[in-house]
């Protein structure tokens, strides 16, 4: 089975900007997570969307957001950057999601830099 | 609050064993994962416990404590190709997911 895909894979956008990630679960996954990793505050999770739904929200500002459509694959959408939205944006997909302690497969990530 | 402890950096020799320990403090836990990313990599799962006690994958095992909200991945017969950041993460009834910040392991040789 192909990985978990993120495209695109490298970003640079200026402030104020918005902009969209994409993630492709692994064929199957119905649960995709989203994670944000910098060097100061590590992994932290975002959201998850199982089967088109958003199921858990993490503790970030309205600004971040995303859907899931009908074929798993996930999308993740920053309004108005900030230089603090410099990160490896994370997504993983796994076959029940979180609420059942599923292993996570991870994609590459989307290095997004805030100028 | 929500959050997992872990050393942030740990150094050993090739052959030999390393342990990484994980405290956590996350409301309705039901489990504890590891997992590792090498430099420019994603994370990759190393093992899971749901339940106390060892739980042995080939040369990594992992060990929970609900008890003593404590956990460990144990390394043995190092290798080079082990270095890189270890992350282990708590599983909660809010249906999230908490990663520790990780414990980069440099091996030498």
């Known amino acids: 089975k192909a990985g978990v895909t993120q495209t695109p894979r490298y970003l640079i956008k200026t402030r104020g900007q918005q902009v969209t990630l994409s993630c492709s679960p692994i064929s199957g996954h119905r649960s995709v997570s989203w994670y944000q990793q910098t060097p100061g505050q590590g992994l932290q999770f975002l959201f998850e969307?199982?089967?088109?739904?958003?199921?858990n929200k993490g503790n970030f500002p309205g600004r971040f957001s995303g859907r899931q459509f009908s074929n798993s694959r996930s999308e993740m959408n920053v309004s108005t950057l900030e230089l603090g939205d410099s990160a490896l944006y994370l997504c993983a997909s796994s076959t029940a999601g979180l609420e059942s302690a599923d292993t996570q497969y991870f994609g590459p990530g989307t290095r997004l830099t805030v100028l | 609050g929500q959050s997992l402890e872990q050393p942030s950096e740990v150094t050993a020799v090739e052959g030999a064993i390393v342990q990484i320990n994980c405290t956590y403090q996350t409301s309705g836990f039901y489990g504890l994962s590891w997992y590792q990313q090498h430099d420019g990599g994603a994370p990759t799962f190393l093992s899971y416990?749901?339940?106390?006690g060892l739980e042995e994958t080939g040369r990594f095992s992992s060990f929970l404590s609900r008890s003593d909200s404590y956990g460990y991945l144990l390394l043995q017969e190092l290798q080079m190709k082990d270095s890189a950041s270890y992350f282990c993460?708590?599983?909660?009834?809010?249906?999230?997911?908490?990663f520790g910040k990780g414990t980069k392991l440099s091996v030498k040789p």
């Open positions: 969307y199982f089967s088109e739904t958003q199921r």
């Open positions: 416990n749901a339940l106390d």
């Open positions: 993460a708590a599983g909660g009834s809010q249906g999230n997911l908490i």
